[in-house]
DNA sequence: TAGATTGTTAATCGATTAACAATC
DNA sequence: TAGATTGTTAATCGATTAACAATC
């Protein structure tokens, strides 16, 4: 995982599990699609494939936000859009900075799914002088002695720190102390916030290191499979890596 | 969750559960921080303590790795770094690819936390043919027409998908067919991907909507605890959203 | 009514945490 | 030896899953 609230108990919000919450904009994405092709209902069976997700896992996510569906017909598209999107909060406007204009900053600042979830980019902001008053995606660049101003005169809550590693902490307590609640890191840095304050991580270094384990225990796997039986028949890529029981001795599927 | 994998159970890989080898990044971050510092040893409480986590945690976690720290001192912290690099395969060379070189795959391929970590940008590759040929960080982007090429050449085995999400399953199927065996996946869309195939996915948007979950909710907090006590003293900000038992009305801390 | 599909139960599994014996 | 700190145990908690009664 690349993210993570910090220093909060995984407590249940309004019953929700943190789980639930963190599928809830999957769910929403794929019945989203589904209502731009206007599918009026859609089985936990088909959206939950769609999601990538079981469909048991689906039902009982639901379940937490109420009985939304039709036994023997399934969910309504549109009404469960709604209601997913209002128990995510996305029903209101979200003003963010984005601090730290670099590559990321600006890759960000011209991600289209920002304004269609409720997210407007209220301003950019940026350390270098140079770059005050430059455009990126339209917005204009600000100096970072504005950040306070901004902050206060936009109602921003939600901040997302692009900035070097070296800045990431400096940065973050001058957003707290202005009145922000919710942080998204993209720096490499372990974000010290007091309590109250959510931080979510985004750590591209720490998802390459976990897919890297994993690509090294493919290769062991495969080695030890040509060792322990070097005349057995290769099991072919898509099902290597799935095998159940623990254990040094590879199982083989059936054939 | 910004990350997970698709279609594999969380199996413990080597006896090592998914949720630790998660962690193992950070410690490493933490401990490599140390070790520029020239610190020799550290305990469990203070390197917890940086790596945002609390100390049962991480000697539960290291406990997977075997016996490493010396009881009444602590751990050696070359000797970890060491350890913790091997375990997750960073005392290799991984050679990536990003495809996809807009904002994002630009601003990937010019970040340096890369190369520290034994990940290498074989290449840049992209579909628009007017890209081919210039530079990104110093590396040439060429087109998409080379990507099986440029992968049997290099022997890629991680690929980073930042296109476009119209174009991110077709990207991946033919990474996938060309041998790729894990995917950092950024483009908003669930990928469908053979067994044996990891996928991580960081999703900026679904980040985003967690966090307008959790704002949303300590906004109504904040509501229903001046509805409840008007002129009880307000909890302040560091105390707030923490309150243990469940329900709708609001815990106090005791003064 | 028959078929389909939800919502819920209960079992299982994995992760977290405090506590403390082991031991440097 | 006394103090410090690890490594492990056991309790607890949260998440997942299959199965199926409820019901459209």
Redesign the pocket.
């Known amino acids: 995982m690349a993210t993570g609230r910090n220093h909060r ?4 919000s309004r019953g929700i ?4 919450v963190a599928r809830l904009p999957l769910y929403l994405r794929a019945l989203t699609a589904l209502s731009e092709r206007s599918v009026p209902t ?4 088909e959206l939950a494939s769609a999601a990538g ?5 689906l ?2 996510d ?2 937490y936000l109420g ?9 309504d598209v549109e009404y469960l859009v709604y209601q997913i999107s209002r128990e995510l909060g996305l029903t209101q406007d979200w003003p963010v900075v984005i601090v730290g204009i670099g590559n990321l900053g600006a890759a960000l600042a011209n991600y289209g799914g920002f304004a269609s979830r409720g997210f407007r980019v209220a301003a950019l902001i940026d350390a270098d002088p140079s770059m005050s008053g430059k455009q990126v995606a339209g917005i204009p660049v600000r100096h970072v002695d504005e950040l306070e101003t901004i902050i206060h005169t936009n109602g921003v809550s939600i901040g997302v720190i692009t900035t070097p590693g070296g800045a990431a902490q400096q940065v973050c307590d001058r957003l707290v102390a202005a009145g922000i609640t919710s942080i998204l890191n993209f720096a490499p840095t372990v974000l010290q916030v007091p309590e109250g304050v959510d931080v979510r991580k985004v750590d591209l270094s720490i998802e390459l290191q976990i897919l890297a384990f994993h690509e090294q225990r493919k290769a062991a796997e495969d080695l030890s499979r040509e060792t322990a039986a070097p005349d057995r028949m290769r099991v072919p890529a898509e099902q290597r890596g799935e095998q159940g029981p623990e254990g040094d001795v590879p199982a083989v599927m059936p054939a």
Do not use: I, L
């Not at 108990?9 to 249940?12: E, H, I, L, Q, V």
């Not at 599990?17 to 639930?20: D, K, M, N, R, Y």
């Not at 009985?67 to 969910?75: D, E, H, L, N």
């Open positions: 108990p995984a407590t249940r599990p943190e789980a639930t859609v089985s936990s069976e997700v079981n469909s048991a896992k039902r009982k639901f379940s009985s939304y569906g039709t036994r023997g017909v399934g969910y």
